[in-house]
């Protein structure tokens, strides 16, 4: 979300942001988002295949940003952690110091179902781009992809509790939602011998 | 996707999968899909709110049916096992014996990035509602939203497995996955002191 006076995309999601605010989502063209940006509807569509896709630069440069870190990792880590620290690294570096921006975003996506749907489908991509990553790193497919989709709701989790309350940092909630969850999935575990979990849950059967 | 021929939403659904795979997704009018199952464009809008809503009639119903085992589940289950278990007896009772249907539905919605937006917005519904039965439960907020994503990974996992190879039934299917994303998970596990985690992984620090 850093963005720079000469830098096209991030001037077109800033007069969009304002101008959603404003007005709302639905009422909004894409003719008057290029105005406000002080360029032409062609240039718009220079940089974005359709109004909604203004909402998004972020995260496509949010994922772009998380397969890199992913692509230099050790192997000390697994799956899950490799992934969480992915994240962590990729949001600290983009977004870490944009709270209000970020709580801004939010408030516009969930204002509109058609945003909702988009950003659902970029955090599938996501999830998807992120599997692979981690099976080339030697994972096998079946659990490269759960480890994934659990990142991945680590990541949402942990950006939703930082708009909340900035102040403990994005990179940290990372971590402590990704202790959170296995938290969560350790309340009903029946087989790998957790102690915790043994304590806390009655096996079945 | 058990409909019987007085079964309104079930002939329009028949018909609407007929035409999208005859002519693809984005050709086909409401207006046709009505005529294809000798009902008029009205009654269609009395069923569904748009073109995309009726692909999603079974994930309506199926989220339905999930509840409803969810909130007569007891409490000898753990959140995650009492909502991937509530996806087992509900998808056994609703979709076992089609996975011919499931497949073709599969292929459609994959189709269309608009029916892939409007399925990652139901499975979103679907996750919330199971995390909230799941709070009504007793389980804290924060492990029950965790839960419900989990299940909801185990569960669409199971459905493609299940497509490729209808032969070993859904619900088992279902209960398999679930090992599997305990297994993908605890490859990465640091602290709770799960020997095969620690056999298979060397900690950071």
Redesign the interface.
Known sequence: MVRRKSDAPGRLQEAAMALFVERGYDAVTVAEIAERAEMTKRSFFNHFADKREVMFASADALQARVLDVLAAAGD???????AVEAFATAAAAQVEGYPELARARRTIIDSS?DL???D??KM?AMTAAVADALTSRG?PR??????A??AT?VFT?AVEDWIRDPARGLADAIRDAL???????????????????RA???P?G
């Open positions: 000390e880590l697994g799956p899950l952690d490799a179902t909702q749907e988009r659902l489908l599938a994972t079946r659990d490269a992809a759960f480890a989709q659990a709701a989790t202790g959170g969850l296995r938290g969560a999935l350790a309340i009903g575990e029946r087989d790998t011998g957790s102690p915790g979990a806390r849950h009655r079945r």
